[in-house]
Protein backbone atom coordinates (compact mmCIF):
# COMPACT_ATOMS: atom_id res chain seq x y z
CA UNK A 1 0.00 0.00 0.00
CA UNK A 2 1.54 3.69 -0.87
CA UNK A 3 0.10 6.84 0.81
CA UNK A 4 -2.16 9.27 -1.05
CA UNK A 5 -3.14 11.66 1.36
CA UNK A 6 -4.67 12.38 4.66
CA UNK A 7 -8.08 13.58 5.81
CA UNK A 8 -7.33 15.54 9.38
CA UNK A 9 -11.15 15.78 10.21
CA UNK A 10 -11.63 12.23 10.53
CA UNK A 11 -8.15 11.30 11.67
CA UNK A 12 -8.06 9.18 8.31
CA UNK A 13 -5.60 8.59 5.89
CA UNK A 14 -6.03 7.13 2.04
CA UNK A 15 -3.66 4.49 0.67
CA UNK A 16 -3.81 2.62 -2.69
CA UNK A 17 -2.31 -0.34 -4.18
CA UNK A 18 0.74 -0.19 -6.53
CA UNK A 19 -1.01 -0.93 -9.83
CA UNK A 20 -4.12 2.08 -9.07
CA UNK A 21 -6.30 -1.40 -8.57
CA UNK A 22 -7.61 -0.23 -4.98
CA UNK A 23 -7.76 2.47 -2.54
CA UNK A 24 -8.68 2.45 1.14
CA UNK A 25 -9.09 4.68 3.96
CA UNK A 26 -7.63 4.04 7.58
CA UNK A 27 -8.52 5.16 10.72
CA UNK A 28 -5.15 6.49 12.74
CA UNK A 29 -7.19 6.92 15.93
CA UNK A 30 -6.50 3.86 17.65
CA UNK A 31 -2.96 3.51 16.32
CA UNK A 32 0.13 2.80 18.81
CA UNK A 33 2.70 2.83 16.22
CA UNK A 34 3.52 4.20 12.61
CA UNK A 35 6.03 4.03 10.90
CA UNK A 36 7.56 4.96 7.60
CA UNK A 37 9.05 2.15 5.43
CA UNK A 38 10.72 3.07 1.76
CA UNK A 39 10.73 0.32 -0.86
CA UNK A 40 14.00 -0.49 -2.75
CA UNK A 41 14.14 -1.53 -6.56
CA UNK A 42 13.71 -5.35 -5.91
CA UNK A 43 10.93 -5.29 -3.30
CA UNK A 44 12.66 -5.26 0.18
CA UNK A 45 11.10 -3.00 2.61
CA UNK A 46 13.22 -1.22 5.16
CA UNK A 47 12.11 1.23 7.89
CA UNK A 48 13.28 4.98 7.49
CA UNK A 49 15.44 5.87 10.87
CA UNK A 50 16.04 9.27 9.95
CA UNK A 51 15.30 11.73 6.91
CA UNK A 52 16.61 15.26 6.45
CA UNK A 53 13.69 17.96 6.89
CA UNK A 54 12.56 19.47 3.13
CA UNK A 55 12.20 23.15 3.22
CA UNK A 56 9.02 25.07 2.68
CA UNK A 57 8.45 27.48 0.84
CA UNK A 58 5.90 30.13 0.15
CA UNK A 59 5.04 31.20 -3.01
CA UNK A 60 3.88 34.78 -3.55
CA UNK A 61 1.47 36.05 -6.55
CA UNK A 62 3.06 38.41 -8.29
CA UNK A 63 1.33 41.53 -9.11
Known amino acids: MYYV ?5 SANITV ?5 FG ?3 LGLQ ?3 VF ?3 VVD ?4 AHPVHK ?6 RVR ?3 K
Not at 16 to 20: G, I, N, Q, S
Not at 51 to 56: A, G, H, L, S
Open 30 to 32: GLE
Open 41 to 44: VLGG
Open 35 to 37: DKY
Open 16 to 20: KTHDD
Open 5 to 9: GADIS
Open 23 to 25: EAR
Open 60 to 62: RKE
Open 51 to 56: EKRMPF
